[in-house]
């Protein structure tokens, strides 16, 4: 695909819904809620705050910018931009980095999805209804066991993201968005409604909120910063790839302060969702996983019109694990339409299908395979643990020390509209402060 041809967002709003739709995942629906209310409440709001605003931001912005001077895949631009720069074509590298941590990423996102399919379907025909904390435990033992089990719903979810992909940037990535991202809201919304009925949405609010400065240690700001890091979608290729569809009219800091804040803005409703079930049940707020697919199931197994309030959280769940995977399948797709002869359609089946295979191998570590160990990690821990703490970080790491560093300091400056004392508030953070939150964050991750 030559750049004169290459796709664009029909506008700023569908860029902002993908954007934040990749941002929005799994993680968000529980982890950043829990993070706030186990460490420091509004204190910890604040320190997660500036700790996007110095790291996540700045790289955010540096992805896109890389994506949007490129107009090509993740690999090309990187390639393209550093010749044109004069500089080693190495840098490709962190694109091709980005391309293949959210390879493998999805390889085992989708089996999650998977879950969160299953887990659906399990609302609607009662599966839940009346079980005890043992027999809930036992039907999510039961599926991670069953290999047959995980592989229909893996397949079922790979199929919509394969769907969705396939139909292009307008169709497939916004027309999800475009309706998924809205139906989140309104299913987080009601489910906050319903929250507020329960007698325990004040605990839930004071558990989140309350602030707590003596929680703040070294080790939490460390966490935000991680948190920050990771909840953007940063150093997996998406957004370089995102943003090459992305015209010279739009803003990217001012983009960039609106997706996270609305990514910030669905996290917290998230637990505002949650928690008031959680407290309401007697339940512990930091179950992790198990929240989700153990204490939540047994919640909605025994209280009043717990089947739709089920139904309505793993749809929820489900919406928010494909506006992820649609993005984290994106950069391959584009990097084999522009690298290959093959069409959108055979690229994304390709790249599909491709992903779907090494699912199968990671979730049959819950089972078949189970005592199969790659440096002691099974094969689903072993791909968590390689592209969160040693790809992503080192991917973001080399996005902002190039369009820092490397790319020529007053276009750069000129294309993101800063002057006078704001840029050199962005030459400090983008050269000295995101790069060394980088470095604490993968260093604190092999600690």
């Avoid at 139904?311 to 522009?338: K, N, Q, R």
Wanted: hydrophobic share 55%; glycine share 12%.
């Amino acid at each position: 695909m030559s750049k004169l041809s290459h796709a664009q967002w029909s506008s700023k709003m569908a860029f902002i819904l993908a954007a934040t739709g990749s941002a929005v995942g799994l993680g968000n629906i529980w982890r950043f809620s829990y993070m706030v209310g186990d460490s420091g409440g509004a204190a910890f709001v604040l320190v997660y705050l500036a700790c996007v605003a110095l790291v996540g931001l700045p790289i955010l912005v540096a992805e896109w910018l890389i994506g949007r001077r490129g107009q090509e895949n993740p690999i090309n631009s990187m390639l393209d931009l550093a010749r044109q720069s004069g500089r080693l074509p190495a840098w490709a590298l962190v694109g091709a980095s980005g391309v293949l941590a959210a390879f493998l990423i999805l390889s085992f996102y989708s089996v999650i999805g998977g879950w969160s399919l299953s887990y659906t379907l399990g609302s609607v025909t009662g599966q839940f209804t009346g079980q005890d904390a043992d027999g809930i435990g036992a039907l999510f033992s039961g599926l991670l066991a069953n290999p047959t089990a995980l592989t229909l719903w893996h397949t079922a979810f790979m199929a919509l993201v394969i769907f969705i992909v396939a139909r292009g940037v307008t169709k497939g990535l916004e027309g999800a968005v475009r309706t998924l991202m809205p139906a989140l809201v309104i299913l987080m919304v009601i489910l906050v409604i319903y929250g507020m009925t329960t007698g325990h949405f004040g605990e839930a609010m004071a558990f989140m909120f309350s602030p707590d400065w003596s929680a703040i240690n070294g080790e939490v700001v460390l966490a935000a910063m991680g948190q920050a890091f990771f909840t953007l979608s940063l150093g997996m290729g998406i957004m370089m790839a995102y943003g090459s569809y992305l015209g010279q009219d739009v803003s990217l800091i001012g983009t960039a302060r609106t997706v996270i804040i609305f990514d910030t803005v669905i996290a917290l409703l998230a637990g505002m969702a949650i928690f008031p079930i959680v407290f309401a049940n007697g339940l512990s707020p930091g179950e992790g996983p198990g929240l989700i697919f153990v204490t939540l199931p047994l919640a909605f197994g025994n209280m009043t019109g717990g089947t739709i309030l089920g139904l309505m959280f793993f749809l929820l769940l489900t919406f928010a694990a494909l506006t992820s995977a649609i993005s984290l399948l994106e950069p391959t797709v584009e990097l084999l339409e522009e690298r290959t002869p093959l069409s959108r359609v055979a690229a994304t089946l390709v790249a599909g299908v491709a992903v779907w295979v090494l699912g199968i191998a990671a979730l049959m570590s819950f089972n078949v395979w189970s005592e199969l160990s790659i440096a002691g990690l099974n094969i689903f821990d072993f791909l968590d643990t390689l592209t969160s703490k040693f790809m992503l970080p080192l991917t973001g790491l080399g996005a902002i020390l190039f369009v820092a560093w490397r790319l020529d300091r007053d276009g750069v400056l000129g294309e993101l509209g800063l002057t006078g004392a704001q840029a050199q508030l962005w030459q400090v953070v983008a050269r000295v402060v995101a790069p060394i939150g980088v470095i604490a964050v993968f260093v604190y991750g092999l600690i």
